[in-house]
């Protein structure tokens, strides 16, 4: 994955910096992951935004990406991977007020998602198998997966700044300095800024995740962290705490 500074002008310069601003009013994981995009399709093809722009007011542009579809069929990369660089150059110009230049190129296999195609769910003994082989904060993690089909961005936004709180989970208390589920199943409320959709739902962890859960934030509790309803379910560990306890939480791809 590429650092993410290394595109970073993307987000200043004059031609890119008030789309990039709209999109973090959609999602910030998004608005992240499309600068990545086009600072990786400027560099694979010695260009610009500012170019890309200009080109786009003519065939160049249409020409130029129909040539690095082609490059990148011949390299091996799938139809699906390449079609993102289209949506991200599509989101731009149509932006910039030149909508519809990509009309009409066609990607073999665009929305073909082959390299899951052939993956199944994990069965209950792989899961199994997962949770005792995992640190303690993963197995919070696998749990939520798991047992209540929370998605990674749910449980913590790209820069960890957001995520699933104490206080989404409507049966869980802080009592003495402990954790306590008062009803199991326990009900989660999925606010509507973390949903995909935008709108809030609910779901529901049985007792099994509610026990990695507080096992987890038990461990936090003892190591000194005062928790409270606004304290993150799954927070970002530092390094030092990387390799025992389940890394850093990201989402960003």
């Not at 973090?24 to 399709?41: C, D, F, I, M, P």
């Not at 199994?128 to 993963?138: D, E, G, H, I, V």
Request: proline letters at 4%; aromatic letters at 8%.
């Amino acid at each position: 994955m590429a650092s993410a500074d290394k595109y970073s002008y993307i987000k200043t310069a004059k031609p890119t910096a008030s789309w990039y601003h709209n999109l973090l009013q959609g999602s910030k994981n998004t608005a992240e992951v499309y600068v990545r995009r086009l600072g990786l399709y400027c560099e694979l093809n010695h260009t610009t935004p500012e170019r890309i722009l200009e080109d786009a007011k003519s065939r160049k542009l249409r020409d130029d990406f129909v040539d690095f579809v082609t490059r990148m069929e011949n390299k091996g990369y799938r139809g699906s991977y390449i079609a993102r660089f289209k949506k991200v150059l599509n989101s731009l110009c149509a932006w910039k007020g030149t909508k519809g230049v990509m009309q009409g190129i066609k990607i073999r296999n665009a929305s073909l998602a082959d390299s899951v195609a052939d993956e199944s769910p994990p069965t209950q003994e792989e899961v199994a198998m997962m949770l005792r082989r995992a640190p303690m904060r993963t197995r919070a993690m696998i749990a939520l997966a798991a047992f209540s089909g929370i998605r990674p961005e749910v449980m913590g936004n790209v820069d960890g700044s957001d995520g699933l709180r104490i206080r989404d989970i409507k049966d869980l208390k802080i009592k003495d300095n402990e954790v306590v589920f008062e009803k199991l199943p326990a009900v989660i409320a999925v606010r509507q800024e973390l949903s995909n959709t935008r709108r809030r739902y609910l779901t529901m962890v049985p007792p099994e995740g509610a026990r990695y859960i507080a096992d987890y934030l038990n461990w936090r509790m003892k190591r000194g962290e005062a928790l409270d309803g606004n304290s993150l379910v799954i927070k970002a560990d530092d390094r030092a705490n990387h390799l025992q306890h389940g890394g850093t939480l990201t989402t960003a791809c």
